[in-house]
């Protein structure tokens, strides 16, 4: 009964690959978020989604593409991947745009060679 | 630029300390001021601070905002070494990007038995 759910936790991966990270919530929330948290523990925001459409994208690579094909799951496509992109992933979600208290999924943590 | 500061970054205590984590804020159309404990996983949501000077508490944990000043505190009484963790602190801002969550890069708190 995970309340937020990624996939894989773990990603091993050599530089040029493409990998995609899935998340998915049963809360029944609107919005969505995907985190990145560095090497130093610096959580920033990438996207968010709402109800399916994109609101929150922060600047970030191209090689980033967010896709929600419902509203209970936002997954993330990362093109060429670069060692620069190692680190952990969270999503999130949140009962709506406006909803202050979001819940964090395990986090993927991903190793790029 | 929106940013978020929280001082010490790291903190070494004895079980049954007092601790108080520091958080200041620069943030346009500042909304609101959370914190989150983040152990090995995923952050955990603490606290939503909205208006000033009302504390909020919740067990050995209180929170309090200073809107004029831009800050918040965070303070742990008699500590256990269950508290070990990331505390994090993050502050909302109205406007576009609303569910934006720009945060701090956290105090790492290590409670010693």
């Known amino acids: 009964d995970t309340a937020v759910s990624q996939t894989p936790k773990y990603l091993v991966t050599q530089m040029g690959n493409d990998k995609s990270i899935k998340c998915e919530q049963n809360?029944?929330?609107?919005?969505m978020y995907w985190y990145k948290q560095d090497s130093k523990k610096f959580l920033k925001i990438m996207f968010s989604y709402n109800n399916k459409e994109l609101i929150i994208n922060e600047t970030v690579p191209n090689r980033f593409s967010p896709k929600s094909p419902d509203k209970a799951h936002l997954n993330l496509h990362i093109n060429s991947l670069e060692l620069g992109d190692s680190a952990v992933y969270f999503c999130?979600?949140?009962?709506?745009?406006?909803?202050?208290?979001?819940?964090f999924g395990p986090g993927t943590r991903l190793t790029v060679t | 630029e929106d940013k978020v500061v929280q001082s010490p970054l790291s903190l070494v205590v004895h079980e049954g300390d007092t601790v108080t984590l520091n958080c200041s804020y620069e943030?346009?159309?500042?909304?609101?001021l959370l914190w989150y404990k983040q152990e090995k996983k995923a952050p955990t949501f603490l606290f939503m601070l909205?208006?000033?000077?009302i504390e909020k508490k919740s067990g050995r944990l209180s929170s309090i905002l200073d809107k004029k000043e831009l800050f918040s505190i965070l303070n742990i009484t008699a500590t256990q070494t269950g508290d070990s963790a990331v505390y994090l602190c993050a502050a909302r801002h109205y406007g576009g990007s609303q569910g934006n969550l720009i945060f701090g890069k956290g105090t790492k708190l290590s409670v010693k038995p």
């Open positions: 943030v346009t159309n500042f909304r609101s």
């Open positions: 909205t208006s000033s000077g």
């Open positions: 999130a979600s949140s009962q709506d745009s406006i909803s202050y208290e979001q819940y």
């Open positions: 809360l029944g929330h609107d919005t």
